[in-house]
């Protein structure tokens, strides 16, 4: 659009008023392309006020991180101080049955 690349000073963001605008540029005997026109400078010009805010909200929350949330060194463990669980609370190992035990049982249980 080469009319809003030279006359951008004059369009904004109403609708009536860059269709007046356009009258005052140029000569559009149809109405309907006059108001499709100011509709689509109208729409562009707002779409680039948004992608301009969106941009700033970008850059000032990229600038306002709090140190809470920043990244931190973890510094790493000392094997050597970690507690020791005493034995009375520790779980304890369950020990593998013996073998010859359990075919007996099994032996006794078929028998009867």
Do not use: C, H, W
């Not at 951008?8 to 005997?29: C, P, T």
């Amino acid at each position: 659009m080469e009319i809003l690349k030279d006359q951008r000073d004059m369009f904004g963001v109403d609708f009536a008023k860059n269709k007046e605008a356009l009258n005052k540029i140029s000569i559009i005997r149809s109405k309907m392309l006059k108001n499709e026109l100011a509709g689509y400078i109208t729409k562009f010009i707002k779409n680039e006020l948004r992608n301009e805010e969106a941009k700033t909200k970008d850059v000032e929350s990229e600038e306002k991180i709090p140190e809470e949330i920043a990244p931190t060194q973890v510094e790493p463990k000392d094997v050597e101080s970690e507690e020791k669980i005493p034995e009375e609370i520790a779980p304890t190992q369950v020990e593998p049955k013996n073998e010859s035990v359990v075919k007996e049982a099994l032996a006794e249980e078929v028998q009867d």
